[in-house]
Every structure is written in C-alpha cells, then in structure tokens.
C-alpha cells in the first residue's frame, strides 16, 4: 500500500506504537515486488521464462514437449522422409517394430517463438501473404522460405535451408502450421551445397562428380 496512515483512524493518529505496528504490516504484505514479479515472468510472453511460458502455451494450445524419432540406423529403401530414416545395405539393420522415441524439451527462447507463431496462426487467416508472414516470424535471418500453392487442394511449405531434427518435428507435430480447410500440406527442405548446379545459382551448388541432380519429387 502506497500510503497506510490513510488505514489508521483519527484517534490513533498520534499512537508511535500502532502506527509503526501499521508501517511494518505494510511491508511485511507489500505485494508490489511479487506484482512485477509476475508481470515479467508470467504475465509478458515477451519475457516469462519457465512455467510462466508453460502457462501461454497452454493458452494457445502447444507443447514445449516434442516427440523425437530415435537414431536407429534402419535399413530401407530411399523416401522423401526428411530427416532420413533409412540406411544402405551394410549400415542399417532390419526395422523390428520397435518404436524408438525421445523427449525433447524446447528451450525457453525457442518455446516462446513457437507460442508467439501458434498466437499468430490461431488469429491470422490462411492466405499465402499471412502464412509467409508467420513463417519469417518462426524463422528470422535464416533464409527464404515460403508456401505455393500445388493446386488439387495441396500446398507445401518450402524451406530452402536446413532445418534441425527440433525445428522439422515442431513444424510437423506441433500443429503450428494453419492451412486452410480441408487442404493437404507437406513440408519441402531443399538442402544446400548438395545438388550439381550452374553457377549462375550461386555458391551453393556443386559441380561435376561432386553433386546430383535435384529431385524436385
């Protein structure tokens, strides 16, 4: 309380005793710390840490737990599955039906992201402008990345840089990615320095016996 003498009644006014008995009440219950206390770690997404963070990503329903596929080494035939989950003759072992997961946690920096982007999707409308604008804000400085329109109800969320085991699993399990209703999406890595190219495409590109053709499929 700002001013306790306004609690002290007029025939106690002159009483040393009760009003230092009011002045150390008040701050010993003074809630002014423990207020901002929560205004910064609970209240403003833009600098709650912990549960705090926990508490908003329960408001706009996502996980800071993600489900990561475990590093067994598989033997398969070659899919667009990104990360790979298949190996070669001579490296990868039969799959026996075992499923083999992980629990990661997201860091605070990046769960408050994920929050700020889910709060975005929740709101914003499914138009390729808006779902442009969530993915720069989901990924800043790291390169261009966009969604085209396959038509036949389909679209695909490209990415041309690569992107963390974390960073695939929240844009495939978190359910941050809106789209529209009843359209199938997909999300497309184009990995760099691995493709044969001219140099015209930049430094990114590898030249003869060195890279393979890009397999757009």
């Known amino acids: 309380m700002l001013n306790p003498e306004r609690t002290i009644i007029s025939q106690y006014s002159g009483a040393p005793t009760m009003r230092r008995l009011v002045e150390n009440m008040n701050q010993a219950i003074d809630p002014s710390v423990n207020l901002v206390d929560f205004y ?11 549960k705090g963070l926990d508490i908003w990503g329960n408001i706009v329903g996502v996980s800071r737990l993600l489900k990561i596929p475990g ?4 033997f398969g ?38 929050i700020l982007t889910k709060a975005l999707a929740n709101i914003v409308s499914t138009t390729a402008q808006n779902l442009n604008k ?61 493709f044969f190219g001219f140099a015209e495409a930049g430094p990114t590109v590898l030249p003869f016996d060195f890279g393979v053709f890009y397999n757009p499929s």
């Not at 910064?40 to 912990?50: F, K, Q, R």
């Not at 990360?83 to 799959?95: C, S, V």
């Not at 329109?149 to 399990?173: A, C, K, R």
């Open 134 to 194: 969530l993915l720069r804000n989901l990924f800043p400085n790291r390169g261009r990345c966009y969604v085209t329109d396959n038509g036949g109800m389909s679209m695909t969320f490209v990415f041309e840089f690569e992107l963390t085991t974390p960073e695939y699993l929240i844009l495939t399990q978190s359910g941050v990615l809106p789209h529209p209703a009843g359209v199938m999406y997909n999300v497309h890595v184009i990995p760099t320095a691995t």
């Open 40 to 50: 910064n770690w609970c209240w403003n997404v833009d600098t709650a840490v912990g």
């Open 77 to 114: 035939f070659k899919t667009d599955t990104i990360p790979y989950d298949w190996e070669p003759f001579n490296q990868g072992t039969f799959y026996r039906g075992l499923i083999n997961t992980q629990a990661y946690l997201l860091p605070d920096d990046t769960y408050r992201t994920l």
């Open 71 to 74: 590093d067994l080494d598989t």
